[in-house]
C-alpha cells in the first residue's frame, strides 16, 4: 500500500492551494486499490477540511505514517519529516540563498526530493505549473486598473468570485474602448491572457496591422521570441541558441511603445536577457503604455519599472514617468505597474483542480508504479544523496554559495 499524505501548507503567509483536490483523490482512491490518501488538516486551504472528509479521504494532523508528502511551496525546514518522499516547489536550483538550509535538510534527513519545477518533457517543456492561470488573474488585473485609471469600465476583483466559471460571467457586456494591447511571450502565462482577451472579445491582429493602423474596435497581439527578439549581427532568431545566449540579442518592443495601451507581460527572464524597453523610453513623448501588467514580474526585470510586489488586495502602484519613482495609481504623469507574486491564489480552487489534472496525468502513475525519465530528471536529492544531474548544487548544499534576487513566483 502506498500511502500518499497532502501537507497543509507551512509558509508563511500561507499558500491556499493545495496539490490534489478532493474530486481528484476520491478518482485516485478509487481506481488504484493499492493507495492510500491522508489530508493534513488546514484552515487556509482553498478546499476545507470537511470536502475531503465527504470525497471519503481522512484528515488528520499526523502524516508521518505516510511515504510520499506532497505540498506546493517550501516546506519549513522544522516541519520536514525523516527519510520521506517529498514533492513541492523548493526553489533551490537556481541556490536560491534563501532556499539553502532547506537543502541541507533534506540531505541530512536522507529524504528523496521531487521538483515540480524540474518536471519537464525531453525538450525542455515544464510539464507542471500554475502559469496559466497567473495570466488569467494578472490579465484581467491589468483591464480592471485601465477601467478604473480611465473611468472607461468597472471589473470586479477576482478574488470574490467563487472560480473561474463565475469570474466568466463578469465579462458579459463588458465594453472595452478602442485600445491596443500588446500581449508578450508563448507559455502557460501567455495562454491565460488570451484567454481573458478572447472572453472579453478583444480581436487579435497581425502585429503589421497592430503597428501601421487604429481600429474601431480593441485589439490585441501576441509578441512571441521570434517576434520580440533577434540576433545582434544578423538579425535572425533561433529559439534554442536564444536560450543559450540572450546576451547576444537585442529586443524589439521598442517598436510597439508608442502603439500601445496596455502591456501584458508572461515573457521568460533572468538578468542576461534584454529588457522590453528602456527607462528613458518611458520618459519620450510617444510612450503611450498607460498601465503594465507584469505577470512575469521580476523586480526591475524585463520590465523595468517594475519597482517590486504589491499584494493581491492592492495589486495596482504608478510609476512617475520622468523620477520612476513610485506613486499612488491612477495618476496622469505615471504608468500603472500590476505586479503581485503569487497570481494564481486569486483563483485557488481552479488552479488547484488544473494543477492536479497535469499531476495526475503525467506524474501520479510514475510515482506509483517506479522510475520514469521524467521524475529522474526532477530528483534533486534521492535518500539524502544530490543526484548526478544536480551534482552542480554540491557547494551550495554544503552551505558554500547562494544566489540572492530570482523570482519565486508560481
Ligand atoms: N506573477 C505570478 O503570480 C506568476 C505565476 C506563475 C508564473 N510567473 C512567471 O511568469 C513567467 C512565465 O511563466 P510560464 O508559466 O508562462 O512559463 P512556461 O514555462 O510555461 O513558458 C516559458 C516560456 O518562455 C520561453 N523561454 C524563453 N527563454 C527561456 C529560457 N531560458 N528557459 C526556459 N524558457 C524560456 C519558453 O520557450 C516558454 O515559451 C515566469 O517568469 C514565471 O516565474 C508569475
Given at each position: 500500500?502506498?500511502?500518499?499524505?497532502?501537507?497543509?501548507?507551512?509558509?508563511?503567509?500561507?499558500?491556499?492551494?493545495?496539490?490534489?483536490?478532493?474530486?481528484?483523490?476520491?478518482?485516485?482512491?478509487?481506481?488504484?486499490?493499492?493507495?492510500?490518501?491522508?489530508?493534513?488538516?488546514?484552515?487556509?486551504?482553498?478546499?476545507?477540511?470537511?470536502?475531503?472528509?465527504?470525497?471519503?479521504?481522512?484528515?488528520?494532523?499526523?502524516?508521518?505514517?505516510?511515504?510520499?508528502?506532497?505540498?506546493?511551496?517550501?516546506?519549513?525546514?522544522?516541519?520536514?519529516?525523516?527519510?520521506?518522499?517529498?514533492?513541492?516547489?523548493?526553489?533551490?536550483?537556481?541556490?536560491?540563498?534563501?532556499?539553502?538550509?532547506?537543502?541541507?535538510?533534506?540531505?541530512?534527513?536522507?529524504?528523496?526530493?521531487?521538483?515540480?519545477?524540474?518536471?519537464?518533457?525531453?525538450?525542455?517543456?515544464?510539464?507542471?505549473?500554475?502559469?496559466f492561470f497567473?495570466g488569467i488573474?494578472?490579465a484581467?488585473?491589468?483591464?480592471?486598473?485601465?477601467?478604473?485609471?480611465?473611468?472607461?469600465?468597472?471589473?470586479?476583483?477576482?478574488?470574490?468570485?467563487?472560480?473561474f466559471?463565475?469570474?466568466i460571467?463578469?465579462?458579459?457586456?463588458?465594453?472595452?474602448?478602442?485600445?491596443?494591447?500588446?500581449?508578450?511571450?508563448?507559455?502557460?502565462?501567455a495562454h491565460g491572457i488570451l484567454e481573458v482577451m478572447n472572453l472579453m472579445?478583444?480581436?487579435?491582429?497581425?502585429?503589421?496591422?497592430?503597428?501601421?493602423?487604429?481600429?474601431?474596435?480593441?485589439?490585441?497581439?501576441?509578441?512571441?521570441?521570434?517576434?520580440?527578439?533577434?540576433?545582434?549581427?544578423?538579425?535572425?532568431?533561433?529559439?534554442?541558441?536564444?536560450?543559450?545566449?540572450?546576451?547576444?540579442?537585442?529586443?524589439?518592443?521598442?517598436?510597439?511603445?508608442?502603439?500601445?495601451?496596455?502591456?501584458?507581460?508572461?515573457?521568460?527572464?533572468?538578468?542576461?536577457?534584454?529588457?522590453?524597453?528602456?527607462?528613458?523610453?518611458?520618459?519620450?513623448?510617444?510612450?503611450?503604455?498607460?498601465?503594465?501588467?507584469?505577470?512575469?514580474?521580476?523586480?526591475?526585470?524585463?520590465?523595468?519599472?517594475?519597482?517590486?510586489?504589491?499584494?493581491?488586495?492592492?495589486?495596482?502602484?504608478?510609476?512617475?514617468?520622468?523620477?520612476?519613482?513610485?506613486?499612488?495609481?491612477?495618476?496622469?504623469?505615471?504608468?500603472?505597474?500590476?505586479?503581485?507574486?503569487?497570481?494564481?491564489?486569486?483563483?485557488?480552487?481552479?488552479?488547484?483542480?488544473?494543477?492536479?489534472?497535469?499531476?495526475?496525468?503525467?506524474?501520479?502513475?510514475?510515482?506509483?508504479?517506479?522510475?520514469?525519465?521524467?521524475?529522474?530528471?526532477?530528483?534533486?536529492?534521492?535518500?539524502?544523496?544530490?543526484?548526478?544531474?544536480?551534482?552542480?548544487?554540491?557547494?551550495?548544499?554544503?552551505?558554500?554559495?547562494?544566489?540572492?534576487?530570482?523570482?519565486?513566483?508560481?
Amino acid at each position: 500500500m502506498i500511502k500518499i499524505g497532502l501537507l497543509k501548507e507551512g509558509k508563511i503567509p500561507p499558500d491556499n492551494r493545495v496539490a490534489l483536490i478532493p474530486s481528484q483523490c476520491k478518482w485516485l482512491v478509487k481506481n488504484n486499490s493499492d493507495i492510500q490518501i491522508k489530508v493534513q488538516s488546514s484552515e487556509n486551504r482553498c478546499f476545507s477540511d470537511e470536502e475531503y472528509r465527504r470525497a471519503g479521504i481522512e484528515v488528520i494532523d499526523d502524516l508521518s505514517d505516510c511515504s510520499i508528502l506532497l505540498g506546493i511551496k517550501e516546506v519549513p525546514v522544522s516541519q520536514l519529516l525523516k527519510h520521506k518522499t517529498y514533492l513541492f516547489f523548493s526553489h533551490t536550483r537556481k541556490k536560491q540563498v534563501y532556499n539553502q538550509r532547506l537543502l541541507q535538510t533534506i540531505i541530512e534527513n536522507k529524504c528523496t526530493l521531487i521538483d515540480y519545477e524540474c518536471m519537464e518533457h525531453e525538450d525542455g517543456q515544464r510539464i507542471i505549473g500554475f502559469g496559466f492561470f497567473a495570466g488569467i488573474v494578472g490579465a484581467h488585473n491589468g483591464m480592471m486598473a485601465y477601467g478604473q485609471r480611465t473611468g472607461s469600465f468597472k471589473l470586479e476583483r477576482v478574488y470574490k468570485q467563487k472560480d473561474f466559471k463565475e469570474l466568466i460571467h463578469c465579462y458579459f457586456g463588458l465594453k472595452v474602448p478602442n485600445i491596443k494591447i500588446a500581449v508578450t511571450g508563448s507559455g502557460r502565462v501567455a495562454h491565460g491572457i488570451l484567454e481573458v482577451m478572447n472572453l472579453m472579445g478583444i480581436i487579435e491582429v497581425e502585429k503589421e496591422e497592430y503597428l501601421s493602423r487604429d481600429f474601431a474596435y480593441p485589439v490585441y497581439v501576441q509578441l512571441k521570441g521570434s517576434d520580440l527578439y533577434a540576433h545582434k549581427e544578423n538579425g535572425s532568431y533561433s529559439r534554442e541558441d536564444f536560450h543559450e545566449h540572450p546576451e547576444n540579442y537585442v529586443c524589439l518592443f521598442q517598436n510597439y511603445v508608442s502603439q500601445t495601451d496596455i502591456l501584458m507581460n508572461g515573457v521568460y527572464w533572468d538578468v542576461n536577457v534584454p529588457r522590453l524597453f528602456s527607462l528613458q523610453a518611458v520618459s519620450a513623448s510617444d510612450f503611450r503604455i498607460q498601465v503594465i501588467a507584469d505577470i512575469t514580474d521580476d523586480s526591475n526585470g524585463s520590465v523595468p519599472i517594475n519597482l517590486g510586489d504589491q499584494t493581491i488586495e492592492n495589486p495596482v502602484y504608478g510609476v512617475d514617468r520622468h523620477s520612476f519613482i513610485k506613486t499612488p495609481p491612477f495618476q496622469p504623469g505615471s504608468v500603472d505597474v500590476i505586479a503581485v507574486g503569487n497570481l494564481p491564489n486569486e483563483l485557488p480552487r481552479d488552479a488547484s483542480k488544473y494543477f492536479g489534472e497535469q499531476l495526475i496525468k503525467f506524474v501520479l502513475d510514475d510515482l506509483f508504479t517506479g522510475q520514469s525519465d521524467i521524475l529522474e530528471r526532477a530528483t534533486i536529492v534521492k535518500q539524502g544523496h544530490l543526484t548526478p544531474r544536480f551534482e552542480y548544487l554540491r557547494d551550495y548544499a554544503e552551505g558554500k554559495t547562494g544566489v540572492t534576487g530570482i523570482n519565486n513566483n508560481l
